[in-house]
């Protein structure tokens, strides 16, 4: 869970470093905007996953506010620093997707899986702002351990 939870450090010192770029591109990027709503409802999805609240429907497409963003990003980073605290390699929930569909996954595969998606749209978020003639922010793992 080492791994796991120095993941969850740099997604919340990247998730922060976006809304910082964000907040000086105004609204200028609306798709950038965007998919950065994206991830934060998606962590929150998956953290209700997690903990056995109901997470359907939720409209994880849905554009927020930067105001919105922040206090999400607030809410998602306590949430999972709560939640890595209680957990073990071999915990496995279950848990239905969107469609009601059932699964049963280890919790330690459902985190690695929220960490990469995040970075994976973050990523895309970059190339946005930088066609948009913007400076993207750089979040690469080795500028956070440095």
Not at 28 to 52: M, Y
């Amino acid at each position: 869970m080492n791994t796991i939870i120095r993941m969850y450090q740099h997604l919340d010192w990247a998730n922060l470093r976006i809304l910082e770029t964000l907040k000086t591109t105004g609204d200028q990027n609306s798709e950038a905007k965007r998919l950065f709503s994206h991830i934060l409802l998606a962590e929150e999805v998956w953290l209700h996953r997690i903990k056995g609240l109901d997470s359907n429907p939720q409209a994880i497409w849905t554009e927020l506010s930067l105001e919105e963003c922040s206090n999400l990003l607030a809410k998602n980073k306590q949430g999972f620093s709560e939640l890595l605290n209680g957990l073990s390699e071999t915990d496995i929930i279950v848990y239905k997707n969107s469609t009601g569909k059932e699964f049963s996954t280890a919790v330690q595969d459902i985190l690695t899986h929220v960490a990469l998606h995040g970075q994976y749209h973050r990523g895309q978020m970059n190339r946005l702002l930088r066609e948009e003639g913007f400076e993207p922010a750089n979040l690469d793992y080795i500028t956070f351990v440095r």
